[in-house]
């Protein structure tokens, strides 16, 4: 089937196909439903894209660039690599693209505070940033083994004013202090929000999320015309919830001659169980309040997932991506931990460029893609974000 079948998405009860919806139980359920008639309320109104757009530009630093890398592209022998610099962006990530805009709703419907879990960090310190801006209280929860293991980033978010909730009970890691995060929103849903993280979750938040990527898209793909004259012949980015694959997939998805490839991290190795390569060897289930392609065992249960990338290690996956594979309209590839720390190097010493162990699986498929294409041929490469939080975690693993 083609990517013309894909059609404005999701309808509006969240779903794409037989992905998605909010499979939540009340009270939960009337929240989402008030959330995503506040959010389509708001979204179109001048004062709200006035307010969004101005920080955009003046405080993201947005556009990011589109960038040529023209030393990665003659060292692979092949196809033209370029890259939408996302690392740029203040805090470091497209993280504040939705975060920022998530604030900017919760003030425009008049909460006072937002709320949410952290795992490794970085969806936390973008949210107290983003919270800090707009000046609305913000409380982070996160298990007390990330705690003790993330430094730098529990030291931003205590910088940037937010309360932050360790998190001792069960495992006291993601899982619980998203349960921890939930309990403490449901005590209070008329005045807090929760913002989540990805474009998963419950209806509306695969669809706001990615509302609020689409910038990268848009950018990148009036970007690259200027700069070339034509579309790019390939698009890819790393998914694990999937957000800033979907902010860059959703401009170029009416496009037919552009192919369009998401990453997913292979880890260990797609024969063991080290892996989160959820579209590639998971079956459709349901995680976390919405249907999807799931990571899980016989009684429906997530399983363990790995990577070296642990913003890639999720056992499910956004809603829509589950339905554009379904379609047909979006491959899904997948890279090793290995293939990733190799590419996280020479894009370093190539370009100057030190990625997101998570970008860098995007940087490495376009890499190996590269070298089969003709030198005619391009490749548009979404990097999500720099590799700051990552550069104690290589140094030692690979002796430098
Ligand atoms: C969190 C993160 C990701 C993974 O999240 P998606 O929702 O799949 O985009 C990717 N890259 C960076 C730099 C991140 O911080």
Redo the contacts with the bound molecule.
């Keep these: 089937m083609t990517k013309a079948h894909y059609g404005p998405m999701p309808d509006d009860k969240g779903f794409f196909g037989d992905f998605g919806g909010a499979l939540v139980p009340e009270p939960l359920d009337r929240i989402m439903r008030e959330i995503a008639e506040a959010y389509v309320a708001i979204r179109d109104t001048p004062a709200f894209q006035e307010e969004l757009k101005d920080l955009q530009i003046h405080y993201v630093g947005r556009p990011s660039p589109v960038y040529h890398a023209k030393r990665l592209t003659a060292h692979c022998g092949g196809a033209q690599i370029y890259l939408k610099r996302e690392d740029l962006n203040h805090t470091g990530?497209?993280?504040i693209n939705h975060c920022l805009g998530e604030a900017l709703l919760a003030k425009h419907m008049g909460k006072t505070k937002v709320l949410a879990e952290t795992g490794a960090g970085?969806?936390g310190v973008a949210l107290a940033t983003a919270c800090a801006l707009v000046g609305i209280d913000c409380e982070i929860h996160m298990g007390q083994v990330d705690v003790e293991k993330e430094a730098p980033n529990v030291g931003k978010m205590k910088i940037l004013g937010c309360r932050l909730v360790p998190v001792t009970r069960g495992t006291a890691t993601l899982k619980d202090a998203v349960d921890s995060a939930f309990e403490e929103y449901l005590k209070d849903p008329e005045n807090s929000f929760y913002a989540i993280g990805?474009?998963v979750g419950p209806h509306p938040f695969p669809m706001m999320v990615r509302d609020f990527q689409r910038i990268i898209g848009e950018e990148a793909r009036a970007q690259f015309l200027s700069m070339t004259g034509r579309l790019p012949d390939t698009i890819t980015a790393?998914?694990?919830?999937?957000?800033?694959?979907i902010g860059l997939f959703s401009a170029f998805l009416e496009d037919e001659s552009v192919r369009i490839v998401g990453v997913e991290p292979a880890g260990e190795g797609l024969d063991t169980p080290r892996n989160a390569a959820t579209l590639t060897l998971g079956t459709p289930g349901a995680i976390h309040g919405f249907k999807c392609y799931v990571l899980q065992d016989d009684k429906g249960e997530p399983l363990p997932v790995h990577s070296i990338a642990s913003?890639?290690d999720y056992p499910g996956v956004g809603p829509q991506h589950s339905y554009l594979k379904e379609l047909g309209a979006v491959d899904y590839e997948s890279v090793t931990d290995t293939e990733c720390l190799d590419a996280f190097m020479k894009l370093s010493r190539l370009e100057g460029i030190i990625p997101?162990l998570?970008?860098a699986h995007a940087v490495a498929y376009a890499m190996k893609l590269a070298k089969d294409l003709p030198a005619d041929k391009t490749i548009l490469v979404n990097l999500?974000?720099r590799g700051d939080k990552d550069v104690d975690f290589v140094a030692e693993r690979l002796g430098l």
């Design positions: 990530a497209h993280k970085q969806h990805s474009v790393c998914v694990g919830g999937g957000s800033n694959a913003g890639l997101a998570e970008s999500s974000g």
